[in-house]
T-cell receptor, first 114, second 111 residues
Framework: KAGVTQTPRYLIKTRGQQVTLSCSPISGHRSVSWYQQTPGQGLQFLFEYFSETQRNKGNFPGRFSGRQFSNSRSEMNVSTLELGDSALYLCASSSYRASSYEQYFGPGTRLTVT | QQQVKQSPQSLIVQKGGISIINCAYE??????FPWYQQFPGKGPALLIA?????SEKKEGRFTISFNKSAKQFSLHIMDSQPGDSATYFC??????????FGKGTRLHILP
């Protein structure tokens, strides 16, 4: 079974630009969550999508947005990039199977804002 | 407001020893308590998890102990091996599937 894939793996942008990151979940998983990981703040929840609907949202400004497509693939967008947006962005797909919860993270997209 | 407090920040254990990482949470609405393992350059991987109706769960060398009244849970790694060297995160999940992570513990197992 293919794992969670994220593209691109590395990205360098300048302040003020925007960026779109992509995540393809495990086949059959309908829930996709996004996280930001930085050395200072650790892993922080951005948002979660389930069946194309945003179900949960973390405490991030409106510059961070996302969406999910009918095939469960998800994208997140960051507009007007700031230096502080430099981070590893992780997505995870999850599902409840036979009453047990399974979740898999992708390898992440390393975003550097200069 | 930090809803999950994890300690220690870093831990060094001799090979064959027991590694213990602790977490404390504040909100009693959480219904799922997972631990994640992350190696450098990789995303976190769900290692083991427990629900609040159980006080202990064991999977191989990994054990979660859960104390509902104290709102604490811990990860024990028995017979720690150099391959266990990684960063470990505790987390809490509510019924809406929102996951809140601890700050992480960097574990180093001495060969």
């Amino acid at each position: 079974k293919a794992g969670v894939t994220q593209t691109p793996r590395y990205l360098i942008k300048t302040r003020g630009q925007q960026v779109t990151l992509s995540c393809s979940p495990i086949s059959g998983h309908r829930s996709v969550s996004w996280y930001q990981q930085t050395p200072g703040q650790g892993l922080q929840f951005l948002f979660e999508y389930f069946s194309e609907t945003q179900r949960n949202k973390g405490n991030f400004p409106g510059r961070f947005s996302g969406r999910q497509f009918s095939n469960s693939r998800s994208e997140m967008n960051v507009s007007t990039l700031e230096l502080g947006d430099s981070a590893l962005y992780l997505c995870a797909s999850s599902s409840y199977r036979a009453s047990s919860y399974e979740q898999y993270f992708g390898p992440g997209t390393r975003l550097t804002v200069t | 407001q930090q809803q999950v407090k994890q300690s220690p920040q870093s831990l060094i254990v001799q090979k064959g020893g027991i590694s213990i990482i602790n977490c404390a949470y504040e909100n009693t609405a959480f219904d799922y308590f997972p631990w994640y393992q992350q190696f450098p350059g990789k995303g976190p991987a769900l290692l083991i998890a427990i629900r609040p109706d159980v006080s202990e769960k064991k999977e191989g060398r990994f054990t979660i102990s859960f104390n509902k009244s104290a709102k604490q849970f811990s990860l024990h790694i028995m017979d720690s091996q150099p391959g266990d060297s990684a960063t470990y995160f505790c987390a809490v999940k509510n019924r809406d599937d929102k996951i809140i992570f601890g700050k992480g513990t960097r574990l180093h197992i001495l060969p």
